[in-house]
Nanobody
Framework: VQLQASGGGLVQAGGSLRLSCAVSGRTFRTYNMAWFRQAPGKEREFVSAITWISGRTYYTDSVKGRFTISRDDAKNMVYLQMNSLQPEDTAVYYC????????????WGQGTQVTVSS
């Protein structure tokens, strides 16, 4: 399984970005998927997740109401729409796959840089 994240960039505070994650593998539709981020000097943190079948979504409190995770199983893609971006959202964003539904993310993408200027 390979994950390829893209869509990062430099944006002003209040702007928007849409991250994409392309996932190889015929059983993608059975994976729980998530986005994490890591800011300079900080530990990696959970941002958002989406389950298989039901598509139930989860968000860390700091992004609720601003970020939206979605998936397109026909295209093996996961997205993170990020609105009202703030400087504190600056980080490398990683997509990850949990194929066994045990909250263990066994597969990771390479990360995409998001920089929000004030």
């Amino acid at each position: 399984v390979q994950l390829q994240a893209s869509g990062g960039g430099l944006v002003q505070a209040g702007g928007s970005l849409r991250l994409s994650c392309a996932v190889s593998g015929r059983t993608f539709r059975t994976y729980n998927m998530a986005w994490f981020r890591q800011a300079p000097g900080k530990e990696r943190e959970f941002v958002s997740a989406i389950t298989w079948i039901s598509g139930r979504t989860y968000y860390t409190d700091s992004v609720k109401g601003r970020f939206t995770i979605s998936r397109d199983d026909a295209k093996n893609m996961v997205y993170l729409q990020m609105n009202s971006l703030q400087p504190e959202d600056t980080a490398v964003y990683y997509c990850a796959a949990d194929p066994n539904h045990d909250k263990e993310y066994d597969y990771w993408g390479q990360g995409t840089q998001v920089t929000v200027s004030s």
